[in-house]
């Protein structure tokens, strides 16, 4: 299990994908990505509350940081649909999906990070831009492989899944829900739970 503020995030790697849901997706997550715009304005005022909490308490409200978390998770849920990772549409709500996303909650949080954690994370920054320039090559890479084989290949998969759990540790950072400092790696740096489980569906090692 992770630390506590530590991620741990995989995708569970499919077999066969099919050919006739690429052409749709991007279609079928219009009603998600309405929802996540109206949670990324409740995300900006949970951290906005969150912070005066941190600094007076010394720690994140249970509820709100519950709430966070919940938003991060639906976000990488979609994020994995949108890169045809899966086929399984993302549920509205909190029904299983192979897509594991795990954060530790931390009882106690630096009340003087809470200034700087914006400034410490720059250079991630820089990093997750070339990132996700790879990372729109690899998708559009898989597109034409799954066209061809019903096959995302293995590697453009594991590239894929490493940009998102790096992207996430910086989200979570960023969100003041954690005081772990994302590391320079796109792998697991937690270990997967009891029996490699991704909520219900064997996680891709």
Known sequence: ???DGDLLFDVAYPPRLSRGLIFIKWLLLIPH????????????VVSFIAFFAILILGRYPRELWNLSYWILRWSARVGAYASLMRDEYPPFGEQPYPVLFEIVYPERLS??????KWLLI????????FLGI??????????FAILFTARYPRGLFDFNVGVMRWSSRVSIYLLLMSDVYPPFTMESTALPPAGGMAEGVPVAV
């Open 1 to 3: 299990m992770p630390r």
């Open 33 to 44: 990505y309405f929802v996540l715009w109206a949670l990324s304005f409740v995300s900006s």
């Open 122 to 129: 720059i250079p991630h920054l820089f990093v997750l831009w």
């Open 134 to 143: 790879l990372s729109s090559v690899a998708t559009f890479l898989a597109w």
């Open 111 to 116: 009340r003087w990070k809470i200034f700087i």
